[in-house]
């Protein structure tokens, strides 16, 4: 495991980072030491926390970085979004859930930073999430598929690597967009993911010329799932998730925004809503 700090290199979204004690290479980017000597970046959030002095302070939570090896050379560019040291140790490592993220589309330019805010969310509220690009994107080797096959792989890699690195079991995956069929196909490969979160699944007709074979994967998979989407989604019609749905093994439910969009659900502004969600749909496993 290779922790650094480092420049974010976000593909769609970046902001200014308010430095927080120490130096590093790039001012902007915040960090601190911890107990192992390894740098990791610091972030604030809105969150506030009161020292002995009775002095707010912003809460923080770390983000670091890694690499991981995915099979036949290919490297993974990781990030890891953790919450504060108060809000995680209370939690042991049979109970602890971690998030694994898996971004849109990367042939039309998705990557990690789109999940960014997400996963900044769900580490302010106490729960471990973790980014990766797949294949060919940002700094990760090797180049994407037009059908996501070879990126479940990617998948499968970067859970196996967070349940031994973070010590956690339970995993719940989730696939935003393009990504939600790549996740839904690596669910019943690892043993520890126990649920799988789809935010904006594109199950309709045009869409599955590329994603279709992935379906039967989560369709079929006994495990909890939750299909998220916007009622003015431009790949999936609500009848076409409806009926898609109705076929589905195990608990499997859906959850409607009204009057979203595909593209809107995946911005920035509904960050804080899918993380809530998330956090929402993890309280009931």
């Not at 140790?89 to 042939?107: C, E, F, R």
């Not at 969310?121 to 973790?130: C, K, S």
């Not at 790949?235 to 589905?248: D, E, P, R």
């Amino acid at each position: 495991m290779n922790i650094d700090a480092h420049e974010d290199g976000d593909c769609a979204e970046g902001e200014a980072l308010q430095h927080v004690g120490g130096t590093s290479t790039n001012d902007n980017i915040p960090y601190e030491v911890s107990a192992g000597g390894v740098a990791g970046e610091v972030e604030s959030t809105p969150d506030l926390l009161t020292n002995s002095r009775d002095v707010c302070v912003p809460k923080m939570t770390t983000r670091e970085s890694a690499t991981v090896e995915s099979g036949n050379g290919i490297n993974l560019d990781v990030r890891i979004y953790k919450p504060t040291p108060e809000d995680n140790d209370s939690t042991s490592d049979d109970q602890k859930i971690v998030v694994v993220l898996v971004h849109p589309y990367s042939v039309l330019g998705g990557c990690q930073g789109l999940m960014k805010g997400i996963a900044r969310n769900l580490a302010d509220q106490g729960i471990a999430a973790v980014t990766f690009d797949m294949r060919g994107v940002g700094k990760s080797t090797g180049r994407p598929s037009l059908t996501g096959f070879s990126e479940v792989s990617d998948v499968v890699a970067i859970c196996k690597w967070t349940s031994k690195n973070l010590c956690s079991n339970r995993i719940v995956l989730v696939g935003s967009s393009a990504g939600a069929p790549i996740a839904g196909s690596a669910v019943d490969e690892v043993d520890e993911v126990i649920g799988y979160v789809s935010l904006g699944y594109p199950f309709g007709l045009t869409a599955s010329i590329l994603f279709g074979r992935h379906h039967k994967a989560i369709l079929q998979s006994p495990k909890p799932k939750l299909f998220v989407m916007g009622t003015k989604d431009g790949f999936t019609s609500v009848k076409q998730l409806a009926n898609k749905i109705k076929s589905a093994a195990g608990r499997a439910e859906t959850h409607l925004i009204e009057g979203v969009s595909h593209f809107q659900m995946e911005g920035p502004s509904y960050d804080a809503d899918m993380a809530n969600l998330i956090v929402t749909f993890i309280s009931s496993l």
